[in-house]
T-cell receptor, first 110, second 112 residues
Framework: EDQVTQSPEALRLQEGESSSLNCSYT??????LFWYRQDPGKGPEFLFT???AGEEKEKERLKATLTKKESFLHITAPKPEDSATYLC???????????FGEGTQLTVNP | DAGITQSPRYKITETGRQVTLMCHQT?????MFWYRQDLGHGLRLIYY???????DKGEVPDGYVVSRSKTENFPLTLESATRSQTSVYFC???????????FGDGTRLSIL
């Protein structure tokens, strides 16, 4: 059974204070690891897909990295508008379903 | 605008009643999914569909029924609602099973 654990559950940062969110996973065979952002009252919004260890992807202030056991979402010089819940999910071969972690609630104070 | 829409956004009903949540996507994506999101559990898959007339159970299917007669629609029915089904329900779609899933904005369902 696939498992995903995200830490910390909640994180408060000051504007400009860089940090990282962790996603640890257990799968029989990884097809892909997905990062989503979720704002209150909204559905998850797709950010990145990572497929193999060593892969990195960037978007604005966010950079996602992947190892064989975990993924990190690095947030560089965050702004208040980066405040959201960040969700990690894994998809294992040969299926199509995603297994989600419970998310990290990020708050960036001005 | 193209996208995925869910209706209603909010619903209050009573135990024992039947309720149907609607999901419509304009991308012509093959795959569609239903999730529920609860505190302490995160997003859990209820049912999914790989194409019209093809559906399969997810992690928590009991008490739910789905159908997919048209590619663009994937309704979720609670045949006899229970309080434990109070949740936020999200529909998602993807082009194929390897592509990212894109989510609607959810239906907040309360069962009294």
């Amino acid at each position: 059974e696939d498992q995903v654990t995200q830490s910390p559950e909640a994180l408060r940062l000051q504007e400009g204070e860089s940090s990282s969110l962790n996603c640890s996973y257990t799968v029989s065979g990884l097809r892909g690891l997905f990062w989503y952002r979720q704002d209150p009252g909204k559905g998850p919004e797709f950010l990145f897909t990572l497929y193999s260890a060593g892969e990195e992807k960037e978007k604005e202030r966010l950079k996602a990295t992947l190892t064989k056991k975990e993924s990190f979402l690095h947030i560089t010089a965050p702004k208040p508008e980066d405040s959201a819940t960040y969700l990690c999910a894994v998809q294992s071969v040969p299926g199509s379903r995603l297994t989600f972690g419970e998310g990290t609630q990020l708050t960036v104070n001005p | 605008d193209a996208g995925i829409t869910q209706s209603p956004r909010y619903k209050i009903t009573e135990t024992g009643r039947q309720v149907t949540l609607m999901c419509h996507q304009t991308w012509s994506h093959s795959y569609m999914f239903w999730y529920r999101q609860d505190l302490g559990h995160g997003l859990r898959l209820i049912y999914y569909s790989a194409a019209a007339d093809i559906t399969d159970k997810g992690e928590v299917p009991d008490g739910y029924v789905v159908s997919r007669s048209k590619t663009e629609n994937f309704p979720l029915t609670l045949e006899s609602a229970t309080r434990s089904q109070t949740s936020v329900y999200f529909c998602a779609s993807s082009e194929d099973r390897e592509q990212p899933q894109h989510f609607g904005d959810g239906t907040r369902l309360s069962i009294l």
